[in-house]
C-alpha cells in the first residue's frame, strides 16, 4: 500500500481515508480470491469478534460454512464452550442446519428465533425427539401468537434426497424446477439439513473453512487468568481450530506469560493474542508465541475505553503500523473493530490486515445468540453489550462471592445495553457476508488485484476532509 501525496503527520481512522482506483486488468469481482494467508483455514477475512452477543455455535457455524471463521467468547463455562466447538463441529457443511422446535412451541417462541420470512423452515420434533413436520416460517406471519407449532403443519414440505442432486448447483435446479424457496435435505431417509435457493446459490459461490476432517472450523477465546494451559488444552481436545488470547490490553506481563505457557502446550493451532496497537506489542507478543495479533483498542461500537481512559488509536493508523511489523517477523493481524462499512473492510485488508475482526454489525443478524425482539414502531432487534460492560463483567465473574463481583462491576466499562436492529434487506449474517464481499471483491478490481498479497501491494490511499467523506454516502432521499 502506498499513500497519494505526503505521508500523514498525524493518525488516521478508516474515514479519513479512501482508495484511489488504478489501471486493472481485472475483469470480474469473481475472479478475485480472499482468502487470508494467516493459517486459520478460513477462505474469507471475515472473523466474528468474540462478544457474547454476537458468536455463538449457530452464528459460527453458518460464517464457517461461508468461509469465515467465528471466534466462540471466553466468558461460558470451559465445558460449555468446549461443547460449543463440538457443536459447531456436528454442523452440515454443504446445507444449512435445520431450526428445529419442539411442536408443542408456540407461534410467540418461533418468532423470537426467527421472522415470517420466505426460504426459512422450522423442523418440529416430539417430545421423544422423532420428526413431527415441518413448517414454512412464512406460515408465522398468519398465526395467532399462543398457537401451537403442530397444530399448523397442514401440508408436507418436499425433501431433497443428497445422493439425487449435484451439490449445492443441482438443489438450486431442482427448487426452481420446483417452484420452491425452501426443502428438506435427507440422506438415506434422515434429515441432514435444509436448503433454500438462496442458500444454495451462495454454496456455488463460497469455499467453506474446512478442518482436516471435512468439518467446519470454529475458533475460541481464552482470558490470561486462571488455568489457562488446561482451558487451551481442554478447547484443543474438543477440537477447536483457533485459540484466541483475549486480554483489553493485550501489551501487558499477564499476556506475555499465558502466551508462553500456552505456546510450550505445541497445540499445533494458531495462537490469536491482542488486544494491541504498536509495533512493540507486536513484537513483545510474537516473541511470546502469538501467530496472529488482534489489533484495535476502542474503535468497536460497544466500547467506551477511549472516553473513559483517552487510551487506544485511531484504527487504520493502528493497523498499518502494526501490520508492517508483523510481516516483518512471518506474523499477521487481525483488524479487530471500526468498521460499519464494506469500505472499512478493503481499507483494513489495503493496510495489511489478513482478517477483519466484525463484533456488533454481526449482533443485529438472525444467527446471534440472543432472541429477537420488537419495538413499538414493530422494528426487530437484538440487544448488544460491551465485553467490559456490568451486563459481561457479571456473566464473567457471576460465580465470585458477592464482594469480589461487586468490586468488579463497580469499575466496568462500555455499554451495557444496545439495540441492534436487523436490516429488514439483509437480516441474516450472510446476507452481510454477500454485502461485504460484494464490496471488497470490487475493491480489488479497482486496485487491479486478484488476492490479498495482490491488493496490499497494489492499493493506493489517499486522504479527505469530513466532507469528501460525507461526499460519498447515498442520499436517502432526493435533494
Known amino acids: 500500500m502506498r499513500f497519494l501525496g505526503p505521508l500523514p503527520s498525524h493518525d488516521?481512522?478508516?474515514?479519513?481515508?479512501?482508495?484511489?482506483?488504478?489501471?486493472?486488468?481485472?475483469?470480474?469481482?469473481?475472479?478475485v480470491d480472499l482468502a487470508p494467508t494467516d493459517g486459520t483455514g478460513a477462505t474469507l477475512p471475515l472473523v466474528a469478534a468474540n462478544m457474547n452477543s454476537v458468536t455463538g455455535p449457530r452464528l459460527a457455524a453458518t460464517l464457517a460454512r461461508r468461509g469465515g471463521l467465528g471466534v466462540l467468547p471466553q466468558d461460558l463455562p470451559l465445558q460449555e464452550l468446549a461443547d460449543a466447538v463440538r457443536q459447531v463441529k456436528s454442523q452440515p457443511v454443504v446445507w444449512d442446519a435445520p431450526l428445529e422446535l419442539s411442536a408443542d412451541a408456540t407461534v410467540a417462541e418461533a418468532l423470537r428465533l426467527t421472522p415470517a420470512l420466505p426460504g426459512h423452515g422450522i423442523v418440529l420434533r416430539d417430545a421423544d425427539g422423532s420428526e413431527a413436520g415441518c413448517l414454512l416460517a412464512t406460515r408465522l406471519a398468519h398465526a395467532l401468537p399462543d398457537a401451537r407449532l403442530g397444530d399448523?403443519?397442514?401440508?408436507?414440505?418436499?425433501?431433497?434426497?443428497?445422493?439425487?442432486?449435484?451439490?449445492?448447483?443441482?438443489?438450486?435446479?431442482?427448487?426452481?424446477?420446483?417452484?420452491?424457496?425452501?426443502?428438506?435435505?435427507?440422506?438415506?431417509?434422515?434429515?441432514?439439513?435444509?436448503?433454500?435457493?438462496?442458500?444454495?446459490?451462495?454454496?456455488?459461490?463460497?469455499?467453506?473453512?474446512?478442518?482436516?476432517?471435512?468439518?467446519?472450523?470454529?475458533?475460541?477465546?481464552v482470558g490470561i487468568n486462571g488455568d489457562t494451559a488446561a482451558k487451551a488444552k481442554a478447547l484443543a481436545e474438543a477440537g477447536?481450530?483457533?485459540?484466541?488470547?483475549?486480554?483489553?490490553?493485550?501489551?501487558?506481563?499477564?499476556?506475555?506469560?499465558?502466551l508462553r505457557t500456552v505456546a510450550a502446550?505445541?497445540?499445533?493451532?494458531?495462537?490469536?493474542?491482542?488486544?494491541?496497537?504498536?509495533?512493540?506489542?507486536?513484537?513483545?507478543?510474537?516473541?511470546?508465541?502469538?501467530?496472529?495479533?488482534?489489533?484495535?483498542?476502542?474503535?468497536?461500537?460497544?466500547?467506551?475505553?477511549?472516553?473513559?481512559?483517552?487510551?487506544?488509536?485511531?484504527?487504520?493508523?493502528?493497523?498499518?503500523?502494526?501490520?508492517?511489523a508483523a510481516r516483518e517477523i512471518g506474523a499477521s493481524v487481525w483488524a479487530d473493530g471500526g468498521v460499519r462499512?464494506?469500505?472499512?473492510?478493503?481499507?483494513?485488508?489495503?493496510?495489511?490486515?489478513?482478517?477483519?475482526?466484525?463484533?456488533?454489525?454481526?449482533?443485529?443478524?438472525?444467527?446471534?445468540?440472543?432472541?429477537?425482539?420488537?419495538?413499538?414502531?414493530?422494528?426487530?432487534?437484538?440487544?448488544?453489550?460491551?465485553?467490559?460492560?456490568?451486563?459481561?463483567?457479571?456473566?464473567?465473574?457471576?460465580?465470585?462471592?458477592?464482594?469480589?463481583?461487586?468490586?468488579?462491576?463497580?469499575?466496568?466499562?462500555?455499554?451495557?445495553?444496545?439495540s441492534i436492529y436487523l436490516d429488514p434487506l439483509r437480516p441474516s449474517v450472510e446476507d452481510l457476508i454477500d454485502m461485504i464481499t460484494a464490496g471488497v471483491r470490487s475493491s480489488f478490481t479497482y486496485a487491479g488485484a486478484n488476492d490479498l498479497a495482490a491488493f496490499r501491494e497494489r492499493a493506493v490511499v489517499g486522504l479527505q476532509s469530513a466532507a469528501g467523506y460525507e461526499e460519498g454516502k447515498a442520499l436517502p432521499v432526493s435533494w
Not at 242 to 250: E, I, K, N, Q, R
Not at 267 to 289: C, H, K, M, S
Request: proline share 4%.
Open 341 to 418: 462499512y464494506p469500505r472499512d473492510v478493503a481499507l483494513a485488508l489495503a493496510a495489511g490486515a489478513s482478517s477483519v475482526m466484525i463484533g456488533s454489525w454481526f449482533a443485529g443478524t438472525l444467527e446471534a445468540p440472543g432472541e429477537l425482539e420488537t419495538d413499538d414502531r414493530g422494528r426487530l432487534f437484538k440487544q448488544s453489550w460491551g465485553m467490559a460492560s456490568t451486563k459481561a463483567v457479571h456473566a464473567r465473574f457471576g460465580r465470585m462471592d458477592a464482594y469480589e463481583l461487586a468490586r468488579k462491576e463497580l469499575f466496568a466499562e462500555g455499554i451495557s445495553s444496545s
Open 12 to 31: 488516521l481512522t478508516y474515514s479519513d481515508v479512501f482508495l484511489v482506483p488504478s489501471r486493472s486488468a481485472v475483469t470480474s469481482r469473481l475472479d
Open 152 to 221: 399448523l403443519v397442514h401440508e408436507t414440505i418436499t425433501s431433497i434426497d443428497a445422493d439425487d442432486v449435484d451439490g449445492p448447483r443441482g438443489a438450486f435446479d431442482v427448487l426452481v424446477d420446483a417452484g420452491l424457496d425452501f426443502a428438506l435435505v435427507r440422506h438415506h431417509g434422515h434429515l441432514v439439513g435444509t436448503v433454500s435457493r438462496k442458500s444454495a446459490l451462495r454454496g456455488t459461490l463460497y469455499a467453506p473453512a474446512l478442518d482436516g476432517e471435512g468439518r467446519l472450523r470454529v475458533a475460541a477465546a
Open 265 to 324: 502446550l505445541r497445540l499445533g493451532i494458531p495462537l490469536v493474542a491482542g488486544n494491541i496497537v504498536t509495533p512493540d506489542g507486536v513484537r513483545d507478543l510474537v516473541e511470546a508465541g502469538a501467530d496472529i495479533l488482534k489489533v484495535g483498542v476502542g474503535p468497536g461500537a460497544m466500547c467506551t475505553t477511549r472516553m473513559m481512559t483517552a487510551v487506544g488509536r485511531p484504527q487504520f493508523s493502528a493497523v498499518l503500523e502494526t501490520a508492517q
Open 240 to 258: 477447536v481450530d483457533v485459540l484466541v488470547l483475549d486480554t483489553a490490553h493485550g501489551h501487558q506481563e499477564g499476556m506475555l506469560d499465558a
